[in-house]
């Protein structure tokens, strides 16, 4: 389930792949598991090795199953 953010949090729009595994539950090499199988959002690059995942990408992507769609 989605983690709630606290009120300095909530401004934030994007998170890396440990931020984005801690609030999916998850493992971070899970993250890379299922972004290589295309079973999970696309990240916005921030250069070559700066990976960021969009907080509403992630809500949707709860929404329509996580990792069971």
Known sequence: MLEKFSPTQSHRLAV?????????GISRSQVFKLLAEKQFPEPVRLGKRNPRWL????ETFLQKGGCNA
């Open 16 to 24: 890396c792949a440990r931020e984005a595994a801690r609030m999916l």
């Open 55 to 58: 907080i509403a990408d992630l």
